[in-house]
DNA sequence: GACTCGAGTCCCGCC
DNA sequence: GACTCGAGTC
């Protein structure tokens, strides 16, 4: 084994709970896989063991290279999979024990926003005191602090805090009696089937012998104690995290886990991993830099040996030149063979950053992924089409019948829509259930009547079909009977824009299509839960697309765990790193952000370039920016005047005309 | 009921 | 810029 002894320490540790405290870049994922394949070794079956990541990519590689040291041949594999999915798996097995059918949906964010509008509009709140974004964000709160709706109102102060939790009722009743659940009731659910049904903990927690999280300073209370229910029997726990890397505290991640672990499980053994293999010493000079700003951590210095380029700041027009010039620097590398495309990463901070260098990527026929960013299913005509398959797998679907009643419009107006829901509503029954009755209400066009006697009509007979059609001819069928594509035409006049949106669907097909592939039984509702935890559970599918020669392009969330030779940061400055949000919030939100920036420069491992655009296009209009305080932080330029403007300290010298080009020639960086 | 137009709002990140 | 909502018109 090639590791140092603190990495061959804790691979080695006998069975039971061990704290791994590692430095970004120290081979914590490393040490992770390298335990599993030692305890493979020491005969523990490898269906006994769980490792647990937090996000898909990051399950992705740890799953590539276990096997690429156990050895592919092996038949049971240990379970690499997602707190979410876990919690899938579980609840697929005794959702029925909560109510909740076998193949319950899984709502995502555009979902959960159609049944939050339809929560305020019932408390009729739709006034825009509170909008379907904040009271779905409110919600999450709720549910992180495992506040359940009937004692959200206890919670509230303000008018606006018991317009939410009456919402935060209605919202929960409407999930309920759609089979439904939303991410955070994944862990929340999986939690209280665990802590109110014994023999179900105990078949859960007796599937396995050793757990292993990873990324564990980012673990929220549900979490945590999820954790700890399944591995209080064998206490054969090993977590592995970073304070330094915490960057989940919006979704109630609380570094105070990792604090508190020597607490819950005395006997544990701590390692310490503090020797960074991954970046030139450069790098880490300035990563070190940054984060001994945040005043909250336990301080630790990476120490390193290799040695390379200081990193550089690139200072760009606007964005779009920020993305020409990144990837026109990729594409030549590329070019003269110095690099491949794999070995590049662009990071983000937000989901919108990618679109221009999306653009100059094609344009420089340079082969690329996307990770993450749900973009493609957030489109409306994809959005439109899986409504369609999200009725032909549960009618009963209110968001998904609301948005495509009248999609291609078939007649059906707003009037009728609140008739068939209040009628729905009177009976306590869904819309699907009451379309039947339409013919004998008053005060329906008949042009509505029919529209609705089709809509029904089509689904029940798609529905029929879909228990002996393959999968993939049916949803084509279904496209091509709806006439989708010729709306299409129809709205858009714009050739680009619909041409795009017709791509579009077909992309969504091709994907229903692999999907049937690669699935013994593929059905409507399994393909939508798959895309619901964008998983794909193919290992043939994994391994083409980790061995794509690709430029990766993602946020810096979905960068966490991962590393790259050479990593772009893009969009340096005020507003996106630290983001505004973050800024207007205060208190400790900022220090998250640093880390975040944290993150990201620890991913580079030879190269690494932080840019910014000197005016960002937003809300369509071009506005100027500022350098982000980071890169001050980072360069050691604390005592720049530019800096204390952009922390919101007063000056100490007023900038002078020529002191403001040099400033900013200096925040440019100095190569 | 369908369509157009203007006003107002907006999205940070992940599963 | 993109989207939704409401008002107004056909």
């Known amino acids: 084994m090639d590791l140092n002894p603190a990495q061959r320490d804790a691979v080695t540790t006998p069975s039971g709970p061990l ?44 799953r590539e290279r276990a096997l690429a040291l156990i050895g592919r041949k092996l038949r049971a594999r240990p379970e690499i999979s997602t707190f979410h999915s876990l919690c899938v798996r579980v609840l697929r097995r005794h959702a029925r024990r909560l109510g909740y059918p076998d193949a319950f949906a899984i709502y995502d964010r555009g979902d959960q926003e159609g049944v939050a509008r339809g929560a305020l509009r019932e408390i009729r709140a739709g006034d825009g005191l509170l909008r379907p974004g904040e009271l779905i964000w409110r919600i999450g709160r709720w549910k992180t602090a495992s506040v359940r709706p009937d004692r959200a109102a206890a919670t509230a102060h303000t008018d606006k ?55 564990y300073q980012d673990t929220n209370a549900v979490q945590y104690r999820i954790v700890k229910a399944l591995a209080a029997g064998h206490r054969n726990l090993c977590v592995v995290g970073d304070d330094d890397q915490s960057i989940y505290g919006w979704r109630g991640a609380e570094v105070a886990h990792i604090l508190r672990f020597k607490r819950d499980w005395p006997e544990a053994k701590v390692v310490r991993l503090e020797t960074n293999y991954r970046s030139t010493r450069e790098i880490l000079a300035w990563a070190n830099r940054l984060i001994a700003f945040n005043k909250l951590r336990h301080d630790k210095r990476l120490r390193c040996a290799r040695r390379g380029d200081k990193p550089r700041i690139l200072q760009c027009e606007n964005e779009a030149e920020e993305a020409k010039a990144v990837v026109g620097e990729i594409a030549e590398r590329v070019r003269a063979r110095k690099r491949k495309p794999r070995d590049f990463a662009i990071l983000c901070r937000t989901n919108e950053q990618p679109r221009a260098f999306e653009t100059e990527l094609r344009q420089a026929e340079l082969p690329y992924v996307l990770v993450g960013g749900m973009s493609f299913y957030d489109r409306k005509e994809v959005r439109d089409l899986m409504a369609y398959l999200k009725l032909l797998a549960k009618p009963r679907d209110e968001a998904a019948l609301l948005r495509v009643i009248n999609t291609p419009a078939r007649g059906i107006g707003q009037t009728t829509v609140q008739k068939l829901t209040e009628t729905a509503v009177g009976a306590g029954k869904p819309v699907w259930d009451v379309l039947g009755r339409a013919g004998r209400m008053g005060g329906v066009p008949d042009a ?36 989708y594509r010729d709306e299409l035409a129809r ?29 013994p039984r593929p059905t409507v509702g399994g393909f939508l839960q798959q895309v619901a935890l964008s998983t794909m ?15 990766v392009l993602m946020t810096l969330h979905a960068a966490k765990g991962l590393e790259f030779p050479e990593v772009y940061m893009v969009g340096m400055e005020e507003g996106l790193l630290p983001h505004h949000r973050a800024v207007s919030e205060g208190g400790g939100a900022v220090d998250e952000e640093r880390r975040l920036c944290y993150v990201g420069v620890t991913r580079a491992r030879q190269r690494l ?22 890169l001050y932080e980072l360069t050691g330029q604390a005592d720049n005047p530019n800096y204390l403007a952009a922390i919101g300290k007063r000056a ?20």
């Open 491 to 519: 709205i858009y006049r714009n050739p680009d824009d619909r041409d795009a949106r017709l791509a579009a669907v077909d992309e969504l097909l091709a994907s229903v299509g692999a999907y049937a592939e690669r699935t």
């Open 448 to 483: 509505a009547r029919e529209g609705i006697r089709r809509l029904r009509e089509l689904i029940t007979r798609y529905r029929e079909q879909s228990k002996h059609v393959p999968l993939a001819k049916l949803v084509r069928g279904l496209v091509e009977e709806l006439g």
């Open 161 to 215: 805090d018991h317009l939410a939790a009456a919402a935060y009722r209605r919202y929960q009743n409407t999930l309920r009696t759609q089979g439904a659940v939303d991410f955070d009731d994944l862990l929340l659910l999986t939690e209280e089937l665990l802590q109110g049904f014994p023999e179900i903990l105990e078949a859960e927690a007796g599937r396995f012998d050793h757990l292993l999280v990873d990324e």
């Open 537 to 551: 559970d193919d290992d043939r599918d994994k391994e083409a697309k980790l061995q794509r020669n690709a430029v």
């Open 652 to 671: 100490r010298t007023g900038p002078t005309k020529a002191g403001g080009a040099a400033q900013r020639r200096a925040s440019s960086g100095r190569r």
């Open 19 to 62: 704290l791994v405290l590692a430095g970004a870049g120290t081979g914590k994922t490393r040490v992770v896989t390298y335990r599993i394949a030692e305890l493979i070794r020491r005969r523990v079956r490898p269906a006994r063991i769980l490792a647990v990541t937090f996000t898909n990519k990051a399950a992705d590689e740890m």
């Open 609 to 630: 370039t932080l840019s910014l655009a000197l005016s960002r296009q937003k809300w369509g209009k071009a506005r100027p920016t500022q350098p982000s305080r980071f």
